[in-house]
């Protein structure tokens, strides 16, 4: 058995997707039906992968054809899909139906390995001519019932509205490589035939790519996400009464004089709005759904911000962000969570602004700031 440099890079993503597959299985952190579709996507491309690139050294028949891992994975992708942006249909029985052909097909390989009995050839009456079209439509439908999963779920996650923007590019990051990847098979004849050229094992080859690249990134995610639900389930009550009092008692020394009775009042509920609804915490917040809250026009609440708080809306909003992620920096019981993870819980949408953001606050990185923490 001679391998080729293709075979070794597809040999390697084979291993390393399962291993990192592996560790979702075997980690509490990770266990979850959203973590399981996931898990499962990267399976079956895996095992599609190996039948298809090593299929002279797979036993005709065997276990491994039990399963219709080419219909699998884009069932497996759509739930995971609508299951991350909380879409009603994930929860919808009759989603299922979807996984009809999948579970078909299955069906008829499990009874051809148990009870050597060919559904296609009983299918077609033992003629040759309608057997070879049953196998042309199974291979030929595999096609576009998997682009039509994998760009539905494309179009969900576009439309979402309830995902930070990292975990919306991770998303249609591995939508658009997988349906990249099945419509470059659906032309690959055609492909090679008009420039006389094998393509097919090097689509193989982009494949193990992707299960590197998309398993590793996936586990980050997986992570943050994981972490992210931990943290929205800590009680901050107690802490975020005391900031509530002082907040409140500060603006009511320094401004009182210059304030009106209804200014005041909108200041303190924009200040309980933040401190008591942990408004801030909202990675989609904008200022007309601030003013629409305290029942002001957009420009209203910029000037009363800018006027009597000396600030501006992104400035006044990031502010509690920043103390929110540097108290949980403070708690050692955050000590196992991560930056990003802290960031986005903070209600930071991304890395790249809760760095800024929290360097211009604090003069240091959120990175830099635990560090100190730790040498002191």
Known sequence: ???????????????????????????????????????????????????????????????MELVSWDLLFPFAFLMYTLKVIKHPLGANKKIWLLALPF???????????????????????????QLAMLVEMRVFSFMPYSIALVGFSYVKIREAKNLYRSEKQWLAFNSIAILAFLISCLFSDFISALFDYPIWEYLLASLAVFLIVTTYRGIHHLNISEQRRQLRAVNY??????????SLASAKQSNQKQFSE??????????????????????????SVVAQALDLSDGYLSDLLSTHLNTSFNDYINKFRVKHAVKMLNDKK?????IE???????????????????KLTQQTPGEYRKSLNLS
């Open 1 to 63: 058995m001679n391998f080729t440099l293709l075979d070794l890079l597809v040999l390697s993503g084979i291993v390393l997707s399962l291993f990192l597959v592996s560790l979702i299985f075997g980690s509490k952190s990770f266990r979850g039906d959203i973590h399981g579709y996931f898990a499962i996507t990267i399976i079956s491309l895996n095992f599609y992968l190996t039948y298809t690139r090593f299929e002279a050294y797979v036993p005709s028949n065997g276990i």
């Open 103 to 129: 579970l078909i097909l299955s069906i008829f390989q499990i009874v051809d390995f148990f009870f050597d009995f060919d559904v296609y050839d009983w299918l077609a009456g033992g003629r040759d001519e």
């Open 237 to 246: 009550l107690e802490k975020i009464n005391q900031e509530k009092k002082l």
């Open 262 to 287: 209804k200014t005041f009042k909108k200041i303190q509920k924009l200040q309980s709005l933040m401190i008591d609804d942990f408004l801030y915490q909202n990675p989609d917040l904008t200022r």
């Open 334 to 338: 955050f000590d196992l969570f991560s």
């Open 341 to 359: 993870a802290i960031g986005y819980d903070s209600g930071f949408k991304s890395k790249s602004v809760f760095y800024s953001a929290f360097k």
